[in-house]
């Protein structure tokens, strides 16, 4: 069994989807047991409570933002697909992972920030077709690409958030 979960300055995302690409009986009964434990232990309140304030600030962006020209311009609405993934994608972040704050992009698509301080930063934006734009900086090295969601972050993003968690020491385990 294949299997690769995030972690943060060495601290496994226990708690993260599991990433599996075997197929036989026993990996997958492994892989259901795997995520029964993950779903229960998250729905306890100290595991629950920060992940459950930034999907209700999503949620209350949403209304926000759910129609042409919320932010006194031009603006487009909140995609609903945006919304879905950027749930799925928080939905998916290690239990030791630091949480983002989250805003609407006036293109539609949900904005993740992480701020770790003076040029120490992660931004996201993820769009209807599961598109994540990103851009991070550490100090003078900065990067930028895209790469997509599927059953799980992407790599490339995994890699930015691990990089500036380890260099801020802002690693939190929910």
């Not at 300055?9 to 690409?21: C, E, H, K, M």
């Not at 306890?44 to 919320?70: D, H, P, Q």
Request: glycine share 6%; aromatic share 8%; proline share 6%.
């Amino acid at each position: 069994m294949s299997t690769l979960a995030p972690t943060f300055d060495g601290i496994p995302g226990l708690f993260a989807p599991i990433r599996s690409t075997a197929q036989s009986d026993p990996a997958k009964e492994l892989d259901k047991l795997h995520e029964r434990v993950r779903e229960h232990i998250l729905k306890s309140y100290v595991m629950s409570n920060a992940t459950e304030k930034v999907l209700t600030e999503l949620k209350e962006i949403r209304s926000e933002a759910s129609r042409i020209g919320w932010d006194g311009y031009n603006a487009r609405p909140l995609d609903p697909a945006s919304y879905n993934f950027a749930i799925r994608f928080l939905n998916s972040l290690p239990t030791s992972a630091p949480l983002p704050e989250v805003s609407a992009d006036t293109d539609g698509e949900v904005a993740l920030d992480w701020i770790f301080g003076e040029r120490k930063a992660l931004t996201v934006s993820i769009g209807p077709t599961g598109r994540c734009t990103f851009a991070w900086m550490l100090g003078q090295k900065t990067n930028q690409g895209t790469d997509w969601i599927d059953d799980e972050i992407p790599e490339t993003i995994v890699f930015a958030l691990d990089q500036l968690a380890r260099q801020t020491g802002t690693i939190r385990v929910r």
